[in-house]
């Protein structure tokens, strides 16, 4: 006898249906599973043999063929156990129904029967949905991450007699709803961290602010102790919030990684990833032997920051330079090729020397200009390319962290933001891949950033008198279009380029010393 059940298993950040077909033929007891199962998978034979004999059910003798179609495609993970006991159950004549035809289902299962949850869910739903399905069944833990998917109906169990009950229609089962836009607004934006809690530093609150508002990379750099990390940790809640598109996208991202918060429906605020120094190339940008998102991905739609950056493998920084630009990662192996989005904001710190300290004349015994360069020169000038803002810190006096007087919270800079963010969107609409001032091209950025004769010639008197690199001239222009959309101005003006300008302090010639 044959039976099928439809399964599902992640690619990338997409889902591709699996066909689980299950044979019996008489003879020595003997199981086989094909179709290019990983450890994961074919370990599933024993825990399903367990969890049927566990729950009263009887397991089939015989031969038993399993097969995982389409056989080309790798199949890895701990979904498979739950189609694969219901396969052998339908087939074994112990379950009958007609919904299998309409229905994906996953789930892992321990000796007893229980249902455990699995990672990769919400692109399992959306690709059910996108064929057509009317079900999709997934363990308990699972249900919320489904529901935000409409269209197709989700059953959350955590048992496999719960699932026999269902499919032979044995009491009331109600489909999980979850009403997506009141979670959406309800958790989207965290209260812990303010930008009121940061004293003084409004300079290097200004630089951030001009990032956010436009989407640019920026890097800190000043003295340990000067609030560099405090100042970083806040920048996810100055950013526009998470649209539901955005949202479905991260959360896809976190689901396929294995990292998101059990019971958890989407990822409702920016994600803040800091990974610490010694992260790995594979780590850091994703890959492995079986392909999986790295830091970079997991801050799509959000802050990627990188505290003291030339304590970084040189190795590790440069993979980042195409995903940066391109806002994606591809990963080629020999079976497959994935595609994980990476439209992240980049934000570094890093302290001017070694010591911590900047060069001063007049200290014999602190940091030379020499050891300045030497330190910042672990940072290649194609990834400080990709570095619009590079933001000077200095320690903050006492006066003003003993003053009483708070400065602007999150909230009141994050409405400037959005304004400037709302501009944009307007600018670039119906244009793929462009949703803010950073992310234009350079024939864009002809096109949006024209200056006036005055602004023109302040950018000339730059790029002669402050030495600054042909590089910095195309991030000078992204910046000042960027202060202008903050300052509610159509044009670029004298004021927006002198600005703009600040923010190339290590493109200068002699900014060490």
């Known amino acids: 006898m044959l039976a099928?059940?439809?399964?599902?298993?992640?690619?990338?950040?997409?889902?591709?249906i699996i066909d689980v077909e299950t044979h019996h033929t008489n003879g020595m007891p003997k199981f086989f599973l094909v179709g290019l199962p990983d450890r994961a998978v074919s370990e599933s034979r024993d825990r399903v043999e367990a969890a049927i004999r566990n729950t009263g059910s009887y397991y089939p003798l015989g031969r038993i063929t399993v097969n995982l179609a389409p056989a080309d495609l790798p199949k890895e993970g701990n979904a498979f156990d739950l189609p694969i006991a219901i396969g052998l159950?339908?087939?074994?004549?112990?379950?009958?129904?007609?919904?299998?035809?309409?229905?994906?289902?996953?789930g892992e299962l321990s000796l007893d029967g229980k249902i455990r949850p699995i990672k990769g869910v919400l692109p399992v739903a959306v690709e059910a949905k996108k064929q057509g399905f009317q079900y999709l069944v997934v363990p308990k833990e699972n249900g919320a991450e489904a529901a935000v998917v409409e269209g197709i109906e989700i059953f959350a169990f955590?048992?496999?007699?719960?699932?026999?009950?269902?499919?032979?229609?044995?009491?009331?089962?109600?489909?999980?709803?979850?009403?997506?836009?009141?979670?959406?607004?309800?958790?989207?934006?965290?209260?812990?961290?303010?930008?009121?809690?940061?004293?003084?530093?409004?300079?290097?609150?200004?630089g951030l602010e001009i990032a956010a508002a436009g989407g640019h990379n920026a890097i800190m750099v000043g003295p340990p102790g000067s609030g560099k990390t405090m100042m970083a940790r806040r920048i996810p809640t100055i950013l526009p919030p998470l649209s539901l598109e955005e949202a479905l996208e991260t959360t896809k991202i976190h689901s396929v990684s294995?990292?998101?918060?059990?019971?958890?429906?989407?990822?409702?605020?920016?994600?803040?990833?800091?990974?610490?120094?010694?992260?790995?190339?594979?780590?850091?940008?994703?890959?492995?032997?079986?392909?999986?998102?790295?830091?970079?991905?997991?801050?799509?739609?959000?802050?990627?920051?990188?505290?003291?950056?030339?304590?970084?493998?040189?190795?590790?920084?440069?993979?980042?330079?195409?995903?940066?630009?391109d806002g994606f990662v591809s990963i080629s192996r020999a079976r497959m090729s994935v595609t994980y989005p990476s439209r992240v904001m980049l934000v570094a710190s890093m302290n001017p020397s070694p010591s911590g300290d900047w060069y001063d004349a007049q200290d014999m015994n602190g940091a030379s200009s020499l050891a300045m360069q030497r330190y910042?020169?672990?940072?290649?000038g194609p990834l400080l390319d990709r570095i619009d803002l590079h933001i000077e810190v200095n320690k903050v006096s006492y006066d003003e962290l003993s003053?009483?007087?708070?400065?602007?919270?999150?909230?009141?800079?994050?409405?400037?933001?959005?304004?400037?963010?709302?501009?944009?969107?307007?600018r670039f609409f119906g244009l793929k891949s462009v949703y803010s001032n950073a992310q234009m091209n350079t024939r864009m950025v002809r096109k949006v950033c024209k200056l006036d004769e005055a602004g023109s010639e302040i950018l000339k008197k730059a790029i002669t008198s402050l030495g600054l690199s042909a590089r910095?001239?195309?991030?000078?222009?992204?910046?000042?279009?960027?202060?202008?959309?903050?300052?509610?101005?159509?044009?670029?003006?004298?004021?927006?380029?002198?600005?703009?300008?600040?923010?190339?302090?290590?493109?200068?010639?002699g900014w060490l010393g």
């Open 4 to 16: 099928r059940v439809f399964c599902a298993s992640t690619v990338g950040v997409d889902a591709r």
């Open 89 to 106: 159950l339908r087939m074994s004549g112990q379950i009958y129904t007609e919904k299998l035809e309409e229905t994906v289902m996953l």
């Open 158 to 206: 955590d048992h496999i007699n719960q699932v026999k009950d269902w499919l032979e229609n044995r009491g009331s089962m109600d489909p999980l709803e979850v009403d997506v836009k009141s979670f959406f607004n309800k958790n989207g934006q965290s209260k812990i961290l303010d930008f009121c809690d940061v004293r003084g530093q409004e300079n290097v609150k200004r």
């Open 258 to 325: 294995g990292i998101l918060d059990g019971g958890k429906a989407l990822i409702t605020s920016r994600p803040f990833r800091a990974p610490h120094h010694t992260v790995s190339d594979v780590a850091l940008v994703g890959g492995g032997s079986i392909p999986m998102p790295g830091e970079i991905s997991m801050s799509h739609n959000g802050v990627l920051f990188l505290d003291e950056l030339p304590e970084f493998k040189r190795s590790a920084l440069e993979v980042m330079r195409q995903p940066l630009e």
């Open 376 to 380: 910042l020169g672990k940072i290649s």
């Open 403 to 426: 003053g009483k007087a708070k400065g602007e919270s999150s909230q009141e800079i994050r409405e400037r933001v959005v304004k400037a963010r709302e501009v944009q969107t307007k």
């Open 472 to 509: 910095a001239y195309d991030r000078i222009l992204k910046v000042s279009r960027t202060i202008a959309d903050l300052d509610h101005s159509e044009d670029i003006k004298p004021n927006h380029i002198a600005e703009a300008i600040q923010y190339r302090s290590l493109d200068r010639e």
